[in-house]
DNA sequence: TTAGCGTAGTATCGAGTCGAAACGAATATT
DNA sequence: AATATTCGTTTCGACTCGATACTACGCTAA
């Protein structure tokens, strides 16, 4: 019977509400909640697929009428925009205003995790990075939430060339860039779980 | 520039959402809410010195107005039992009544997350552990937050016999169990960081 | 074509969170 | 004794959150 595992949990519970609290002192200039900051932080990090309502209420894990009303409110003050879906028109879009990214170029809503992390070595974050992520693929598993991740671990993510590339469950191709970010589509290859270079 | 501390405060970021997700979920029987859980967790944990109002609105990062409404709330549900403090009668003690208790027991708030970490070694989750807590503690020196920690590593902390312990700030006596609760009178032994057996 | 079903997003409701500020009571300090 | 500080509560308004009902659109198949 070994407790690590529970106060690991106590950890991440602690740092979470932490964090929560940071998002709330870093948004109260424009009088925003910490869950708005995380929003917005994660439209700064969406691909094309995943910039929507739906998407961002199971990133977010609240349900998609909350994740509408503070849709609503960051609209109202500008900070994102909404535009419909060409192919589907009950699908909005949403991406990050001027404003938005300037919010969050001020902001820098990680700045303080950054700073608490100086001290560890890249190396102890890179395991603590893979221990977490193993957890939290398993987690969702058991839950059959959606997995969000990059391409870098998809089975849907081909590679056409050196510099182009594809997501065959899409069918569209992708910029270099475009394969960094946050896709709620992300299935992990194989079967086996986190391998981290 | 490393970007892993950035993926690692998404990754605590996100599995703080699901826990408080998971949170609401184990209470919807008994109509809390995750913050309710997590006080009754926190309760279940807290020595002596860190059962108040005061102390749990710092652990979960609230304000004590909010605290305070929430404890009135397990109250009237009658998951908690208050009491005024003998010595300053302005301090208002919590404990958790056998309902509270027996919740605990029952809802097993913490069974999706050992289960969520079932596949990883010991090892790896203990130097997960150790990058984690010295995040916080740095988090906390630089914000002037409260420490919160067991006595093992506490420089208050005065082993008298095998068996008899003593804290050496409050001048108390402590029993075993004692020694492995939350307190938030911790200070770090030395002022070196994040040393785990 | 139309009917039926499923999905994306919105609207509304009530209970509760949350920070801010004001307040009361008990204790410390001077 | 007067003043300051601390612990906790109360009140306020904006917002979250789940639940539910609703609209609009898309898909499928008779």
Not at 133 to 154: H, I, K, S, V, Y
Not at 177 to 197: A, F, H
């Amino acid at each position: 019977m070994d407790k690590s595992p529970l106060v690991l949990l106590d950890l991440v519970s602690r740092l979470g509400n932490l964090m929560r609290t940071e998002g709330r002192r870093v948004g109260q200039d424009e009088q925003l909640q910490s869950v708005h900051v995380e929003a917005l932080v994660y439209l700064s990090k969406a691909n094309r697929y995943s910039n929507t309502p739906q998407a961002l209420s199971e990133y977010l894990g609240i349900t998609k009428g909350t994740a509408s009303q503070s849709l609503l409110l960051l609209d109202r003050r500008g900070l994102i925009e909404r535009y419909q879906d060409d192919l589907d028109r009950r699908v909005v879009r949403l991406r990050l205003s001027a404003t938005g990214e300037q919010f969050l170029y001020d902001a820098q809503p990680q700045l303080a995790w950054q700073h608490a992390t100086r001290n560890i070595s890249p190396n102890r974050i890179r395991n603590a990075v893979s221990a977490l992520r193993e957890t939290l693929t398993t987690f969702q598993l058991d839950n059959e939430g959606t997995a969000f991740g990059e391409c870098a671990g998809c089975q849907h993510f081909e590679r056409l060339s050196a510099r182009a590339y594809r997501c065959g469950l899409m069918g569209d191709r992708l910029s270099g860039p475009d394969t960094r970010k946050i896709c709620w589509l992300y299935e992990e290859k194989g079967s086996g779980v986190g391998e981290d270079e």
